[in-house]
């Protein structure tokens, strides 16, 4: 089973670099990998399929949207982010692994799924990709570095609910509407801090 993971890392990591060969999101990529990876050791999950995760999150981020929703091929999930369009990558990506990669693992492709700005009654795994995302070293947003070194500090609810709540920030002040998700979710946020 290790070798076989160990193969497609090695698969995934070679399809990643080429896709985005000298390109900023390529650092962004392998530092959300990374932080993910961490993470997951530190809370005691399989850090692999954080990398994993990690490394496939934005795997379908530039595609043109109209290539994205063809692979995800859901018209619910097509409605409910016509006003958030970003969203989508985050979807068709989730799909791109298993296409692409056979990736089947429910915990990867939902942390996929739901990097973004994460879901109600998320997972722990998902978290970790959510603020891993966020707060990668490469990010150098003075809300990114901030939320980065509350969770360097140890903090990570507090760190958690930061990165939701600056990414609602960031939704408003680009003149966009925070989908009615992003308060639920940052109410139960709210709950652990």
């Known amino acids: 089973w290790l070798f076989v993971t160990q193969l497609l ?7 990643v670099r080429e896709k985005y ?29 954080a990398y994993i995760a990690g490394l496939l999150h934005d795997y379908y981020k530039y ?12 018209k619910a999930v097509e409605e409910k982010f016509k006003n958030a ?13 298993q296409k692409f990669f056979n990736i089947k693992d429910e915990e990867i492709l939902s ?3 739901y990097h973004v700005y994460g879901r109600v009654d998320m997972t722990l795994f998902e978290k970790i990709l959510v603020i891993s995302d966020f707060a990668e070293d490469s990010r150098e947003y003075p809300r ?3 939320v980065r070194k509350i969770l360097d500090e140890g903090n990570f609810d507090l760190a958690m609910y930061l990165c939701i709540k600056y990414t609602i920030l960031d939704v408003i002040n ?7 998700e992003q308060y639920l979710i940052l109410k139960q946020l709210e709950e652990r801090v």
């Open 111 to 113: 942390a996929i799924k």
């Open 21 to 49: 060969a000298n390109t900023k999101r390529l650092n962004h990529i392998l530092g959300v990998a990374r932080l993910a990876k961490e993470l997951a050791i530190k809370f005691g999950l399989d850090s692999l399929k």
């Open 63 to 74: 595609e043109p949207i109209s290539e994205m929703l063809e692979l995800i091929n859901d």
């Open 174 to 180: 680009k003149g966009g509407i925070p989908m009615e």
């Open 144 to 146: 990114c570095k901030e």
């Open 9 to 15: 890392v090695k698969k995934i990591e070679d399809a």
């Open 85 to 97: 369009p970003q969203i989508y990558h985050a979807y068709a990506s989730s799909v791109a692994a």
